[in-house]
């Protein structure tokens, strides 16, 4: 659920095709909590990792989940082999001391007694009682979170306390790229897909077209790379259409396979089983 990245040693590879790094960093060099708004898929942990980068500073990072408890926020007690009791601290603790970058990935699938206890740090005293030591966040804390839309195709997402959301006053909106840059994105991952660009640009109008259909999924950027991949690889279009924006349906009523099928066999002028 939690980790640290060591974000200077790190070269990613991220796309800014919404100018999202640039106003990330804007928003830690006036001290600025921002939550990123958008579906699965779009970039919106890269985009925080790549402005961490910018910013040389090291984040620890949050999965929430429904499974997510306070302890794993903050810290537990743990046993030493000579019996003695020590606590361990957690990532919001751990990054207040070191005056590293908080991140909350899907924030919005945190139970409400978590969202209490990690409202308490936001405010503006910068402030954490912990069993009545007092925390203060060290110069250059920073919080970014991000969150999934109240949709079904987000399962678990509910909304955020009004009070919670305050403490994040910048709101950025990501959604997918059009084609054109999601090649260029894909060409990043995948160099070499340039021999195989005008397939992949085709497949890229038909995922953009998939997108405006109501499906029980929407295939994301990580599709788009996943194509790439296999189209380098040497495997033929048909079979990596199948593999990975039509077999994930399969999953649900056979009428969505079809009408799927029938979308990708219209556009790409392919025929499938």
């Known amino acids: 659920m939690e980790k640290k990245e060591n974000i200077p040693q790190t070269r990613s590879v991220f796309l800014d095709w919404g100018n999202v790094v640039s106003k990330l960093t804007h928003c830690y060099r006036n ?26 500073k090291e984040m620890y990072t949050v999965n929430f989940s429904l499974r997510t408890r306070e302890y794993n926020l903050v810290g537990h007690y743990d046993t030493r082999p000579d019996g003695t009791i020590c606590f361990t601290s957690g990532p919001l603790i751990r990054s207040m001391q070191e005056g590293a ?3 909350l990935d899907e924030i919005n699938v945190a139970e409400p007694a978590v969202l ?19 925390i203060r966040a060290a110069e250059g804390w920073w919080v970014c979170s991000s969150i999934n839309p109240l949709d079904r ?8 306390p009004g009070q919670l959301l305050s403490r994040f006053p910048v709101r950025i909106y990501m959604t997918y790229p059009n084609p054109a840059t999601e090649y260029e994105i894909v060409k990043m991952h995948v160099p070499e897909v340039t021999r195989k660009a ?19 999924y929407i295939p994301s ?49 392919i025929e499938f089983d």
């Open 31 to 56: 001290g600025l909590f921002p939550i990123l708004i958008g579906p699965k898929g779009v970039g919106k942990t890269a985009a925080i990792r790549k402005a961490c980068e910018e910013l040389s």
């Open 116 to 134: 209490i206890r990690l409202d308490e740090a936001l405010d503006f005293r910068r402030e954490l009682n912990n069993d009545g030591n007092t």
């Open 198 to 216: 005008s397939d992949l640009q085709e497949l890229l109008l038909a995922i953009n077209q998939l997108r405006e259909q109501d499906l029980p």
């Open 221 to 269: 950027i990580r599709e788009s790379i996943a194509l790439g991949k296999l189209l380098v690889s040497g495997i033929d279009v048909k079979s990596a259409v199948e593999m990975t924006l039509i077999d994930v349906y399969y999953q649900w009523d056979s009428s969505i396979v079809d009408s799927v099928k029938e979308l990708l066999r219209s556009r790409l002028l």
């Open 153 to 160: 195709y987000h399962s678990g997402t509910h909304e955020l």
């Open 101 to 103: 970058v908080l991140y």
